[in-house]
């Protein structure tokens, strides 16, 4: 029998360094911890290929830039070739070809007052587990969501970020599944439809595909931008642009988008069917096209 378990792997890179986890300091005085003044990214590999690293490095770098982090975080974020080498490392130290991996990026050790130009070197993580993905099952009835009270907003920087501040996502997310839901839903502070705790969202109604725009405060998601440029590429029309909430509710399908789940059909919102409450015929074909994608990138 295969246990559905994912293990966290024993082996970490820190700083330069595989070593085991249980060996492994953090300073009490790191900015990512203190302030949460830090970046992540997670990615998935397919058999020991990380798909679009090259995307994902380019996202922690431009949020750095973005965050004026003009210090050793960015230098560390420059270093491509080191990164991926260290992320192949990390996979390969834990025999890991399917896994979930985690790169984090903070400021570093620093004094006990939030400025990060006392962080002379920033603290770089990479962590990995094996990854179970959801089974099939769950693609065939798809997510749930519930209508979060927070709200994303899209004059803050952070809405963009992929920062270590998590916490309002953990919130969304830990409200949802108290109500039964696989996914929180979040507007904007203008009350037009964000994105999701961990995800990006679609929507798809007259064969166009929608999803709101990156000035609506959600997250430059990679598979957001794969799922864009697959979709273009099949000459289905493609909007990006503020989403009224009932959109949502009136749309014929839905789907939500991150890197672990690629694509989620979300079938129920607030207790009711979006759409037939199945899986759309769209949202079925991208999900397979997206798997070709990843498919071919492994060649
Ligand atoms: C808030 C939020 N939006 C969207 C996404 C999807 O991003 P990606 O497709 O890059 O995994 C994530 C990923 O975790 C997220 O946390």
Redesign the pocket.
């Known amino acids: 029998m295969t246990s559905r378990v994912e293990i966290m792997a024993e082996i970490i890179y820190l700083n330069g360094q595989l070593i085991p986890r249980s060996k492994a300091k953090l300073s009490p005085f790191d900015h990512g911890f203190l302030y949460g003044y830090g970046l992540f990214e997670?990615m998935r590999a397919y058999n020991g290929h990380i798909f679009r690293f090259d995307h994902?490095l380019a996202?922690l770098r431009h949020s750095a830039q973005s965050l004026g982090l003009t210090h050793s975080i960015l230098n560390v974020v420059e270093g491509k070739q080191s990164l991926e080498t260290a992320c192949m490392e990390t996979l390969e130290a834990n025999k890991l070809k399917d896994a979930r991996l985690r790169l984090t990026v903070s400021a570093g050790e620093g004094d006990m007052t939030p400025d990060p130009s006392t962080c002379p070197s920033p603290t770089v993580l990479i962590t990995a587990r094996n990854l179970i993905p959801l089974p099939p099952e769950k693609y065939e009835s798809g997510f749930k969501a519930a209508l979060s009270p927070l709200r994303r907003n899209s004059q803050s920087p952070l809405s963009r970020l992929?920062s270590t501040c998590?916490m309002e996502?953990i919130l969304a997310r830990m409200a949802a599944r108290a109500a039964g839901c696989d996914e929180a839903i979040l507007l904007n502070e203008q009350g037009y439809l964000a994105?999701?705790?961990?995800?990006?969202i679609f929507l798809a109604s007259n064969g166009e595909l929608i999803t709101p725009s990156l000035e609506s405060g959600?997250?430059p998601?990679?598979?957001?931008e794969a799922v864009l440029e697959i979709a273009r590429a099949s000459n289905i029309k493609t909007l990006e642009r503020q989403v009224e909430l009932k959109e949502l509710i009136e749309a014929e399908e839905a789907f939500v988008?991150?890197?672990?789940l690629e694509l989620m059909p979300l079938t129920w919102f607030e207790g009711k069917p979006i759409g037939t409450g199945k899986p759309g015929q769209l949202t079925k074909e991208l999900l397979a096209a997206y798997r070709k994608l990843v498919d071919e990138a492994l060649q």
Do not use: A, M, P, Q
């Open positions: 997670t994902h996202r992929k998590y996502n994105e999701g705790s961990t995800t990006n959600v997250l998601g990679i598979t957001r988008t991150n890197s672990i």
